[in-house]
Antibody, heavy 125, light 107 residues
Framework: QVRLQESGPGLVRPSETLSLTCTVS????????WSWIRQPPGEGLEWIGY???????NYNPSLKSRVTVAVDTSTNQFSLKLTSVTAADTAVYYC???????????????????WGLGTLVTVSS | EIVLTQSPGTLPLSPGERATLSCTAS???????LAWYQHKPGQAHRLLIY???SRPSGIPERFSGSGSGTDFTLTIDRLEPEDFAVYYC?????????FGGGTKVDI
């Protein structure tokens, strides 16, 4: 059973960079895609982006100019960096594994088949 | 981007009843690539349905998904106490992937 655990600072100052790491245990990084999702307090879920184990990425256009997702297959971790944060970036941040294969559709990416518990990041001075 | 609208926002029901949750897309979801997730406080989101109607192994048969194009439904037959939670739909047919606002199934 794969487990995902988010880690990183719970408080980030405005204009600085939010950095989070997701540690994957109980399963391999390859050949999956890995993703970040967030949920501001009282709001809905927002997909941030995903990375393939080979480093290929796809980001939500709404955040693309500020987001970098990276993967380290040697440590079974992937990370999120979000630059120039404001209070609007305050949210619970989730990491998730993306299913990579479908019998009918071939190689993906597809849906989220495992999630972390999430970590609250507050942007405040 | 595709906007997903879930209704109702809250669904008050009792154990043993049937829950019918709706997810409507602002445009057709490619290949009916729509998933449903369950979320309970303090727990990880759980995948219930993918491809609009396919159930992953380990998900009870009382959970079923249906629909195509822009209209999708999650049905929970005979609610168990552990089914009271928030349910989200999500489309992965076109980028950016998007989620619905959620339906809370409440006692």
């Amino acid at each position: 059973q794969v487990r995902l655990q988010e880690s990183g600072p719970g408080l980030v100052r405005p204009s600085e960079t939010l950095s989070l790491t997701c540690t994957v245990s109980g399963g391999p990084i390859r050949p999956y895609y890995w993703s970040w999702i967030r949920q501001p307090p009282g709001e809905g879920l927002e997909w941030i982006g995903y990375i393939y184990y080979n480093g290929n990425t796809n980001y939500n256009p709404s955040l693309k100019s500020r987001v970098t997702v990276a993967v380290d297959t040697s440590t079974n971790q992937f990370s999120l960096k979000l630059t120039s944060v404001t209070a609007a970036d305050t949210a619970v941040y989730y990491c998730a594994r993306v299913h990579y294969y479908d019998f009918w559709g071939g190689y993906g990416p597809y849906y989220f088949d495992s999630w972390g518990l999430g970590t609250l990041v507050t942007v405040s001075s | 981007e595709i906007v997903l609208t879930q209704s109702p926002g809250t669904l008050p029901l009792s154990p043993g009843e049937r829950a019918t949750l709706s997810c409507t897309a602002s445009q057709s979801v490619n290949n009916n690539y729509l998933a449903w997730y369950q979320h309970k406080p303090g727990q990880a989101h759980r995948l219930l349905i993918y491809g609009a109607s396919s159930r992953p192994s380990g998900i009870p048969e009382r959970f079923s998904g249906s629909g195509s194009g822009t209209d999708f439904t999650l049905t929970i037959d005979r609610l168990e106490p552990e089914d009271f939670a928030v349910y989200y739909c999500q489309q992965y047919g076109s980028s950016p992937w998007t989620f619905g606002g959620g339906t809370k199934v409440d006692i």
